[in-house]
């Protein structure tokens, strides 16, 4: 039973893989990326304006992000902005911040990071609900870039942004044992976690582990 859980987790993270290769292949082909997709060709770029303004929704209705740039660097000097995603379980509910994603001058992603309640405001979930969300991107149809970008960045790294929410989780209570609600306004608290990723390194172990199957 273990090792049938084990081969399905395996094989969903192959087909993310694959897809989302599709979709930076397809996105090369027109010589882009999702930032510059986003920022829709801008001249000048100014600090946290969010792009585009009305943000993108995706998953059903259930996810949203957008991207913007601080005045400097705030997670690696390599950074030039970060996209932030937000998912909603109705209409009518206020947007949970989920994760960010930092990308480099050439549109690479560099780090996934976890904030403070303080830094996007709306809903506050524990990580349990949260990555249970995912699940509105399984069924969605966002094969428009750079829509299918996001989706299945998010679907890749799954597993590792609900290890950054339960550490996120665990680190507000070590701040504030007895008051969470104090700590999630607290300005001097901005990252909760962070995570060094390599998409290039991500794609080739998942892809290499189907090839060594299929052989």
């Not at 081969?7 to 882009?32: F, H, I, P, S, V």
């Not at 997670?75 to 909603?88: K, L, M, V, Y």
């Not at 904030?115 to 709306?122: E, H, K, P, R, S």
């Not at 506050?124 to 299945?152: G, I, R, S």
Request: charged letters at 20%; a negative charge.
């Amino acid at each position: 039973m273990i090792d049938q859980l084990a081969n399905r987790a395996q094989e969903q993270d192959q087909l993310y893989a694959a897809r989302l290769l599709e979709c930076l292949q397809a996105m090369g082909k027109q010589q882009t990326n999702a930032v510059l997709l986003t920022l829709q060709g801008a001249q000048t770029i100014t600090p946290y304006q969010r792009y585009p303004q009305q943000a993108y929704y995706f998953g059903d209705g259930h996810w949203r992000a957008f991207y913007h740039c601080h005045e400097s660097s705030i997670t690696d000097q390599r950074e030039h902005g970060h996209f932030h995603f937000f998912t909603r379980e109705q209409v009518e509910q206020e947007w949970s911040h989920v994760i960010a994603l930092s990308v480099d001058h050439q549109g690479l992603p560099i780090n996934l990071f976890t904030t403070n309640l303080w830094v996007t405001d709306g809903e506050w979930f524990e990580a349990d609900y949260l990555t249970q969300q995912m699940q509105y991107l399984l069924t969605a149809n966002d094969e428009d870039m750079p829509l299918c970008w996001f989706k299945y960045m998010l679907l890749l790294y799954q597993q590792q942004i609900a290890k950054l929410l339960k550490a996120r989780d665990i680190e507000l209570k070590r701040l504030c044992p007895r008051e969470s609600e104090h700590c999630l306004v607290d300005r001097s608290i901005y990252f909760l976690s962070m995570l060094d990723i390599d998409l290039n390194k991500q794609l080739f172990s998942v892809l290499k582990a189907a090839e060594a199957v299929e052989s």
